[in-house]
């Protein structure tokens, strides 16, 4: 299973992530609060340019 770091968009506390679930609304470990998907679209992106 490939994870990403990305940090959470409202506590800023880093969060691994799976890359398999991105598209299932991932939420932040310590807040709880839902990221953005387009944050992490953008991220995977950067990380991962196809």
Sequence with gaps: ???ITS???HCQSLNRLPVERIEANPSCGRCKRSYYKA???KELKRIYPY
């Design 7 to 9: 940090r959470c968009p």
């Design 1 to 3: 299973m490939t994870t």
């Design 39 to 41: 944050l992490l679209l």
